[in-house]
């Protein structure tokens, strides 16, 4: 949600909601499956019948992508709103502003994960076809047999995780179809595909009469068995919420970020973290040495924080105001970092990741 992440996934819906906003509740993009993104063929491309896109390789630009596709670079990189010399990741995803020749059909997924930008074998033979074919009238390019996916073009201050969650998918998911960085990071009007969702097979219904029986009704000749009183005295009291200042050890792996108690905990696919009451304008700070790993805002450009530590563990803070630090900056453990934002209930909310994967993080600050 920032991606998490980052901004995430670095950087980070639920996997993780960047805009925090509704009761910071993802959970229905959470539960989403998505399809593998499908192969591209041998030129890299892949095919719909309303669009078509390639698939960098490493270092490749957008002008030596409009060389080997057959298209115009100026067009291009405009059409993906970037510089035409700008070296790209292997495995992104650029989209293509008019219909060329496709060398095969896009159809078998990719395995899992986010590519690599490796050349395959096929990608290398293609590279011994005679470039005079490439003069020849292009033939109609074949279209993926899955379903076509819609396509977005990324509006200023949208992040992955705000169009993740808009489009019911998991900023994961979106970072694969895309070849999206570590840290999920957007440029304003580049062209995204949108995963597509995987079918659930219908639940079968059991035969009539079929499943647990059921039970038998009371009856005055056997009533149901009088329910134990507790007395009042003997009741015991529910658990208060934990005031995270007294728990706090020298010995935690996090120190807390904000001064607070827990009014919302772990849950995963529901709060991909913890929310710390706290008091508008208090301090927060870092729950660990480390580095500013992203800082972006949400639809309502209230900022988010992710920081990454040295064992590639990302901390995230959201509910926050008035940033201490920049991108790329080093913070030390305690540091101040931002404030609590002003809010009817102000809150830091707070969560630890390992990649893209939220883990509680009570076990890290006891």
Request: hydrophobic share 45%; with cysteine.
């Amino acid at each position: 949600m920032l991606s998490v992440a980052i901004l995430v996934a670095a950087c980070s819906d639920q996997p993780m909601d960047w805009d925090f906003r509704n009761g910071l509740n993802t959970r229905d993009a959470a539960l989403n499956a998505t399809q593998a993104r499908p192969q591209a063929d041998a030129q890299g491309i892949i095919s719909y019948p309303g669009y078509q896109v390639v698939i960098a390789r490493q270092g490749e630009t957008v002008a030596a992508i409009a060389s080997r596709v057959g298209t115009t670079p100026a067009e291009l990189a405009r059409y993906n709103a970037i510089d035409a010399n700008t070296p790209l990741r292997g495995g992104e995803v650029i989209a293509l502003p008019n219909r060329v020749a496709s060398a095969a059909p896009a159809a078998a997924p990719v395995s899992g994960g986010i590519t690599t930008g490796a050349i395959s074998v096929t990608e290398l033979a293609s590279g011994a076809i005679d470039r005079s074919q490439a003069a020849a009238p292009a033939p109609a390019a074949p279209v993926a047999a899955a379903p076509q996916p819609a396509q977005h073009r990324v509006a200023r201050g949208e992040t992955a995780y705000s169009i993740a969650r808009s489009y019911n998918v998991s900023p994961k998911a979106l970072a694969e179809w895309n070849g999206l960085d570590a840290n999920l990071s957007l440029r304003e009007g580049q062209m995204l595909m949108i995963p597509v969702a995987t079918a659930a097979a219908p639940a079968q219904p059991s035969a009539p009469g079929a499943g647990s029986s059921a039970p038998v009704p009371p009856s005055a000749a056997d009533p149901l068995p009088q329910e134990a009183t507790i007395p009042a005295s003997a009741a015991q009291p529910g658990p208060a919420s934990p005031a995270m200042g007294e728990q706090r050890t020298s010995s935690a792996r996090f120190a807390m970020p904000a001064s607070g108690s827990i009014i919302r905990g772990y849950q995963k696919g529901k709060n991909e973290g913890i929310d710390i009451g706290a008091t508008a304008g208090s301090s927060v700070v870092a729950a660990a040495d480390g580095t500013v790993a992203a800082i972006t805002r949400d639809t309502d450009q209230v900022p988010i924080l992710v920081l990454r530590h040295a064992d590639n563990t990302l901390t995230v803070y959201a509910g926050i105001d008035g940033l201490t630090v920049a991108k790329g900056a080093s913070v030390s453990r305690g540091q101040k970092v931002a404030v609590v934002r002003q809010a009817a209930s102000p809150f830091l909310h707070f969560e630890v990741r390992k990649g893209f994967e939220s883990v509680d993080p009570m076990p890290y600050l006891q």
